[in-house]
């Protein structure tokens, strides 16, 4: 079965500081990861998936097969990008995503 | 930019009522999906539907649940006798062939 990890619940960093959101998944065939963002009371939006390889609103992230892992990182924070960052998980096809539980980042001024 | 709208917003419910979640896909998307998210806990899937069928659930999605399409632009899910575990937030999501999943804005269900 597929599992999508986000180990910390609550990330505070200070803006301008650097940020990275951790993702690492289980899953045996060739997964497409994606992360999604959810503003305070808004609906999911997709920040950017990995076979796309951009860098959306200063965020990047980089699929790591060996560690399984599609951490999301940003140089600088900003308060704008304070919310509920969700890493997802697809087997393939049009298959229903897998969630991690999701991360709060909270960008301190 | 096109969006998956979901109505109501917000619904409260007593134990035991039926309750129909509503969403409006995109309109040239052709798979759609419900999920939920139990409040504080993540979000998880619970149907998928393409072609006018379920093309795949989840073991949440059991006999108290229903979806269908009834009219070509409207998807719902249905909840028979709702319990008080069934209070979450209901998302729905669609998707065209070969892209990421757009998602509405949620119905918060409140079962009481």
């Known amino acids: 079965a597929q599992r999508v990890t986000q180990p910390e619940k609550l990330l505070s960093v200070f803006k301008g500081a650097p940020v990275e959101l951790k993702c690492n998944y289980s899953?045996?065939?060739?997964?497409?990861l994606f992360w999604y963002v959810q503003y305070s009371r808004q609906r999911l939006q997709l920040l950017l998936r990995?076979?796309s390889r951009e860098s959306i609103k200063g965020f990047t992230a980089d699929l790591n097969k060996g560690e399984t892992s599609f951490h999301l990182k940003k140089p600088f924070a900003q308060e704008e990008d304070s919310a509920m960052y969700y890493c997802a998980l697809k087997r393939g096809g049009n298959t229903p995503l897998v969630f991690g539980k999701g991360t709060r980042l909270s960008v301190i001024a | 930019e096109p969006e998956v709208t979901q109505t109501p917003s917000h619904q409260v419910t007593q134990m035991g009522q039926e309750v129909i979640l509503r969403c409006v896909p995109i309109s040239n998307h052709l798979y759609f999906y419900w999920y939920r998210q139990i409040l504080g806990q993540k979000v998880e899937f619970l149907v998928s539907f393409y072609n006018n069928e379920i093309s795949e659930k989840s073991e949440i999605f059991d006999d108290q649940f229903s979806v269908e399409r009834p009219d070509g632009s409207n998807f719902t899910l249905k909840i028979r006798s709702t319990k008080l575990e069934d209070s979450a937030m209901y998302f729905c999501?669609?998707?065209?062939?070969?892209?990421?999943?757009?998602f509405g804005s949620g119905t918060r269900l409140t079962v009481v």
């Open positions: 999501a669609s998707k065209a062939s070969d892209y990421g999943y757009t």
């Open positions: 990995h076979i």
């Open positions: 899953y045996s065939g060739s997964p497409e």
